[in-house]
Structures are given as structure tokens and as C-alpha cells.
């Protein structure tokens, strides 16, 4: 119950296209949905987070959708450039916890 | 940008060796956090330290591990006696709300032999 599933696994696209990253979750504790971003060698980066009373949530280029009903949140990146490169993970955390719970990770790579 | 700092990058020890992994966290930051991700896996949570006492441990955290606040800018991580399964990149973390915007460190590659 504690587990965030996402996929896929790895990512390949085009320069200019939409990168889609999905995750869902049991825990109905969670209130908090981040997402990082991670560069070979370097720690997660937070990129963008939201919480449940919200459906979509829009920095930039990339885009939280979040659907509560069905327990599930995906990554949108519009656009998508070669600089994007790199392994996306989403995240959870309880109400009133300290913890997050990642997701396995994709792997983007957007082709030039 | 502020940024939290760990030393070393890379450590190397014997199997059954202490080590001792440090950090410092961003200087207004509260929280402080001890993550870990084994090579290709998904980062996972081993502890949460706020006003100078655990907050939170995951089953991971067991009696071989420990933190300290030693002063006030450091935040470190010791491992007692390492095993080859301790071989991992692990990462500090700090944010000024318990588990919001968490800021990471760049880690320290431990690879137990």
C-alpha cells in the first residue's frame, strides 16, 4: 500500500514532442504528489509538485495531471528538448509524514 | 542558489568497516533527511531528523545505522559495520517544511568490498 508504481520504464521521443510519465498509488494518506528530475550523477531535483485538490497544475513546459478518483498522476512535458534528458521520478508523501515514496524511475531521452 | 553539500563524492571501505557520510544541509532548513538508491533503483527513504532527534526511520534504518546533528551546520550518516549491501549512492536532504521541497544533495557513492 505504501508503493508508487510508475511507468514506463524508459522513454524515448522525438525533439518537440510530449513526454508522458504516469504513476498511480493505493495510500489514500497521500497528500503530496512531486515529481524530480535526476541527472546522471546528481541528486533528484524537484520539478514540479501538487496536491489532491487540485487537478492539473502547469510550470512551463511540464504539466501535473492528477486524478484523484482514480489514483493516479502523470508528468506532461510539452516540447520536449535533448536538455530534458534524464530519469524522472514522482514521489508520495503521508499527511502529516516526513517521508517520500518514489516511484521506479524512466529513463527520458529526447532525441535531437 | 543555496545548496546542500555532502562529502565525500566517493567512498570506498571494507565490508564490516564504520563509515561516517556528512552533509551539510541549507542553512535555514529544519528537516533533515537521509536517503538512499542502490545502482538502476528507485531512491528510498531510510530516516527524517528534525529538532535533534529522529522524526522518522524506515525499515531500512536498522541498529547499524545512526545520525547526528555534531554542530550546527553538519548532518551526518553512520553506517556501524558496512555490508556488500550497503553499496549504494546515498543522499542527504533538507527542507524548511517536514516533507515539502525537499532540496538534495549531490551523494555520496559508497561501495563496500
Known amino acids: 500500500q505504501q508503493q508508487v508504481k510508475q511507468s514506463p520504464q524508459s522513454l524515448i521521443v522525438q525533439k518537440g514532442g510530449i513526454s508522458i510519465i504516469n504513476c498511480a498509488y493505493e495510500n489514500t494518506a497521500f497528500d503530496y504528489f512531486p515529481w524530480y528530475q535526476q541527472f546522471p550523477g546528481k541528486g533528484p531535483a524537484l520539478l514540479i509538485a501538487?496536491?489532491?485538490?487540485?487537478s492539473e497544475k502547469k510550470e512551463g513546459r511540464f504539466t501535473i495531471s492528477f486524478n484523484k478518483s482514480a489514483k493516479q498522476f502523470s508528468l506532461h512535458i510539452m516540447d520536449s528538448q535533448p536538455g530534458d534528458s534524464a530519469t524522472y521520478f514522482c514521489?508520495?508523501?503521508?499527511?502529516?509524514?516526513?517521508?517520500?515514496?518514489f516511484g521506479e524511475g524512466t529513463q527520458l531521452t529526447v532525441n535531437p | 542558489e543555496p545548496e546542500v553539500t555532502q562529502t565525500p563524492s566517493h567512498q570506498v571501505t571494507q565490508m564490516g568497516q564504520e563509515v561516517i557520510l556528512r552533509c551539510v544541509p541549507i542553512?535555514?532548513?529544519?528537516?533533515f533527511y537521509w536517503y538512499r538508491q542502490i545502482l538502476g533503483q528507485k531512491v528510498e527513504f531510510l530516516v527524517s531528523?528534525?529538532?535533534?532527534?529522529?522524526?522518522?526511520k524506515s525499515e531500512i534504518f536498522d541498529d547499524q545505522f545512526s545520525v547526528e546533528r555534531p554542530d550546527g551546520s553538519n548532518f551526518t550518516l553512520k553506517i556501524r559495520s558496512t555490508k556488500l549491501e550497503d553499496s549504494a549512492m546515498y543522499f542527504c536532504?533538507?527542507?524548511?517544511?517536514?516533507?515539502?521541497?525537499?532540496?538534495f544533495g549531490s551523494g555520496t557513492r559508497l561501495t563496500v568490498v
Open positions: 536532504a533538507s527542507s524548511d517544511r517536514q516533507g515539502y521541497g525537499y532540496t
Open positions: 531528523f528534525y529538532n535533534n532527534e529522529i522524526s522518522e
Open positions: 542553512s535555514n532548513h529544519l528537516y
Open positions: 501538487i496536491r489532491p485538490d487540485v
Open positions: 514521489a508520495a508523501r503521508e499527511t502529516s509524514g516526513s517521508r517520500l515514496t
